[in-house]
């Protein structure tokens, strides 16, 4: 499916008919990461892959990528963040276990794909955003 995203997915049923999302969702729809600098006309790129696994597993991938605008933390004028996430997530039903090795994603139900996507791109975000220590008007300490 590619184009218009639809707002609430079934998870283990994409994964079942082995479909992929493509497309964009505008910044406007991402409460958490406008609270972090993302525009509200700023598209979030879409790429994503459900898979049925050999022995009944799903599996989610795929890449998500947007550009959010933050303050660097070294010299404290603003810059332009590119931020991608590469989810790769084990979907899990009922009270299955969860694999230390992997991550996992517990799904009992449709989800917002909003939801699934604003975790993702949060938990690829660097704690602390510098610039690359060449354009930073602040030198980088020696060490």
Do not use: W, Y
């Amino acid at each position: 499916m590619s184009g218009r995203l639809p707002q609430q997915i079934d998870p283990i049923r994409l994964a079942d008919e082995g479909r992929r999302l493509a497309g964009e969702i505008p910044g406007r729809e991402f409460t958490r990461l406008r609270d972090q600098g993302l525009a509200e006309n700023e598209p979030v790129r879409i790429d994503l892959r459900f898979e049925k696994l050999p022995g009944g597993g799903r599996r989610l991938r795929g890449a998500i990528r947007t550009r959010i605008e933050v303050q660097c933390q070294r010299c404290l004028e603003s810059m332009v963040l590119e931020v991608e996430a590469q989810p790769d997530i084990v979907l899990l039903t009922g009270n299955a276990a969860v694999p230390d090795e992997v991550d996992a994603l517990t799904i009992d139900g449709p989800v917002r794909l909003v939801e699934i996507v604003e975790d993702e791109l949060l938990l690829a975000m660097p704690m602390v955003p510098m610039h690359d220590p060449e354009r930073c008007s602040t030198p980088a300490p020696v060490s």
